[in-house]
């Protein structure tokens, strides 16, 4: 079975790195490589339906389960810290933004799908979309605190940046 503790573990260990991010990537694809067992571990942490399951939340590490509902489109945001994303079950649509001076412009897309782990610097914008027609499950990493870490959202009509969560 998928040791969370060991994995969680591994992470922190890297999170100093300079290329904490990819070898954090590393990690989560060979995590989520046993998506069964890492579905039941996380399954079992996560609260409700729907809902993030937190694996780990410290200041310098965040370890989170999530589940994106068919249909789901985010608005685009950043994170500021780098982050990983690994996927065990579904697809998730990427849509990559630059800041422009009067918002943000797409430069790029990535689809990731089972057994796919992709690692975002801390500028990254993007937004994620699950267009399948199932959930989307995920292992996502972050080099800090998600929760206490300021960012930002992009209206869609606007283009004004807004604090995330508005």
Known sequence: MTDLA???????????????????ADAVQ?????????????????????QAAVV??????????????????SPAHNHTIWAVVGIYQGNEDNIFYDRMSDGIAETGRAILGEGDALALPPDAVHRITNSGSAPMRALHVYGG??????????????????PFGR
Do not use: K, M, Y
């Open 145 to 162: 605190d998600l929760f206490a870490t300021s960012r930002s959202q992009w209206d869609d009509d606007t283009g004004e940046e807004l």
């Open 30 to 50: 060979a995590v989520i490589a046993d998506a069964g067992a890492l579905s039941a571990r996380i399954e079992a942490l996560r609260p409700a339906p729907g």
């Open 6 to 24: 060991a994995f969680v573990q591994t992470c922190a260990s890297l999170v100093d790195e300079p290329d904490a991010a990819e070898r954090v």
């Open 56 to 73: 780990h939340r410290d200041d310098n590490l965040t370890v989170l389960g999530l589940e994106v509902a068919a249909g789901f489109v």
